[in-house]
């Protein structure tokens, strides 16, 4: 009986690694363990509730005003106990975050293999995204099996001199939550209010991007959503209070455009489903909206998935004022752009990621 342990900690982990938990746990001969760190909490529990999983360990490591060091600290003491404890023949990560990093590096120190899931995604930014662009290379100079979601990402990987034989071209999990999240009955009074007009989806949270370019890029959708009077906005706002204080000045009297709560990932997802377009400066959103055969407008000067925008269903805006302003405007106007954005082939998976890499773990011997 191989034992598997699956570490994640925040909400968009959790949505890629979900899907990837439960075929590990239709698999016989494998025994998963599922162990979340808190890095986040009340996004958390609304994901592990939609794909029915109950987590063996929760370390709750978050501490108000807690810096990077600090939450490293508290969740390598944490993961190296149970790690101890569980003893497992492999540890599951996934991307870039300070958990994935944190339990690769556990695992390394009690020379447990490492999986990384979603493994070779770069900007070559160091400090963009930060600190995650660190997290993912240093994952990947420990992990042993690398599940890269694309060629692109394995090339990735290959340059850097990652051994070719430790990389599975698998697709991205995301796919696959999707397959069980979005619903062709959902409701939702937002989605009323919007009915009958373009709906655009924004989020927009990016550490780099607090301050200067996130009012640039408030100002801009503000202009744009005002001069078209077919179009309604929903904007499900971070928790961050700087996002938040920013968003409240930038779009007070706006009144096509709605903030609101961050919304549960089920609800995200329809509300994705049914939008006409997306912008957003998230990482994982950018797949989503392809796979779901969505424009999407990257409010970013850089991201760690080119395939979309070579494929032709995202376009790289920028955070100028001025760049957000023409992009958006142009995908509004130009019905043929818009179309052909919507029509390109998914390069981000099949929906069969997480059966591919319950695979590999089935036939490998560690
Ligand atoms: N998401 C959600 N509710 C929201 C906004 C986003 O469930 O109100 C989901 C979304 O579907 C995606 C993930 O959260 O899977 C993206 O999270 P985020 O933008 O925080 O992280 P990133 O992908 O940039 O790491």
């Known amino acids: 009986m191989k034992r598997v342990m699956v570490v994640f900690g925040t909400r968009p982990e959790a949505i890629k690694m979900c899907p990837l938990v439960n075929e590990l746990k239709s698999r016989e001969g494998i025994r998963t363990f599922v162990c979340v760190t808190g890095q986040h909490t009340d996004m958390l529990s609304g994901v592990l509730d939609a794909f029915d999983v109950v987590a063996d360990y929760n370390l709750s490591v978050m501490r108000q005003g807690q810096g990077l060091s600090e939450l490293s600290r508290a969740m390598l003491e944490g993961l190296d106990k149970i790690f101890r404890e569980v003893n497992p023949d492999i540890v599951l990560v996934h991307g870039d975050t300070s958990t994935a990093f944190c339990a690769a590096l556990a695992a390394f120190y009690l020379k447990i293999p490492v999986g990384h899931v979603e493994a070779g995604l770069r900007t070559y930014d160091i400090y963009s995204p930060y600190p995650e662009e660190f997290n993912r290379r240093a994952i990947s100079i420990i992990a042993r099996y690398n599940f890269a979601p694309t060629e692109h990402a394995k090339k990735n990987l290959v340059r850097e001199g990652v051994a070719d034989r430790s990389i599975y071209i698998t697709g991205n999990t995301v796919i696959d939550a999707l397959s069980t999240s979005v619903k062709s009955d959902y409701r939702h009074t937002e989605l009323e209010w919007a009915q009958g007009s373009r709906l655009i989806l924004i989020t927009a949270h990016r550490r780099e991007n607090i301050g200067a370019p996130m009012r640039n890029i408030f100002k801009a959708l503000r202009r744009v959503i005002e001069d078209s009077e077919d179009v309604k906005a929903i904007y499900p706002i971070h928790k961050n209070p700087e996002v938040r204080r920013i968003a409240y000045e930038e779009f007070s009297g706006c009144e096509r455009l709605h903030l609101i ?7 995200f997802h329809n509300f994705m489903a049914r939008s006409y377009m997306l912008l957003t400066d998230s990482g994982g959103i950018q797949e989503e909206a392809i796979a779901l055969g969505k424009p999407v407008l990257i409010m970013r000067n850089t991201t760690e998935r080119p395939e979309g925008i070579e494929t032709g269903g995202a376009v790289l805006t920028g ?12 995908l509004l106007k130009d019905r043929s752009l818009y179309e052909s954005m919507c029509d390109k082939k998914n390069p981000y998976g099949d929906g069969k990621a997480s059966q591919r890499i319950a695979d590999i773990i089935l036939r490998k011997s560690y």
Request: without cysteine.
């Open 261 to 267: 709560e961050p919304l549960e990932m089920l609800d």
């Open 319 to 330: 955070t100028t004022e001025q760049g957000i302003y023409d992009n958006f405007t142009r």
